[in-house]
């Protein structure tokens, strides 16, 4: 396991902040760069992730908590469906130069927005990320902290 994992996982407690690996933060290595609203919403699922962004599993947060997030306060199901098809569209390619290999995949897998409770404010939002995304992830020793407030808020959208 890369040391950006680790640092994620040992920040966890703090919610202000958002560990990401340096390819990430650099944006080098990314195809059809999503929106700036989108990459907004990249963030807050790194975020929320955190130590376990290389990890093959689900990961979830509800409408309504990232709502409470000052300048991300406008989403509805209708709207971050959007933000989440670009997300998919992106396309990440990570050089090897030691292993002399370049793998090209997605920042992720799938994500599903299940709204059946809607109507009480409860829409779930779950997404996995793309195999080469965790494992950039996994073998990052590099990586950026970011102020949350500062990525979403500062930025304008």
Not at 58 to 69: P, T
Not at 81 to 106: C, H, N, R, S
Request: charged letters at 25%.
């Amino acid at each position: 396991m890369g040391k950006t994992t680790e640092v994620a996982a040992d920040r966890a407690y703090d919610q202000t902040k958002t560990v990401l690996p340096k390819e990430v933060a650099q944006g080098v290595y990314m195809q059809h760069a999503p929106s700036l609203a989108a990459l907004k919403l990249m963030h807050l699922m790194i975020g929320t992730a955190g130590g376990r962004m290389a990890d093959d599993v689900r990961h979830e947060f509800r409408l309504s908590d990232i709502k409470k997030i000052d300048g991300i306060d406008n989403h509805s199901r209708k709207s971050i469906i959007p933000l989440f098809q670009e997300l998919a569209a992106a396309v990440l390619t990570v050089d090897d130069p030691v292993k002399m290999t370049t793998t090209i995949g997605g920042l992720m897998d799938g994500a599903k927005v299940d709204y059946r409770h809607e109507v009480s404010g409860d829409v779930l939002v779950t997404w996995y990320f793309g195999r080469t995304f965790r494992e950039m992830a996994a073998g990052s020793n590099h990586w950026a902290i970011l102020d949350r407030q500062g990525v979403i808020v500062k930025s304008g959208v």
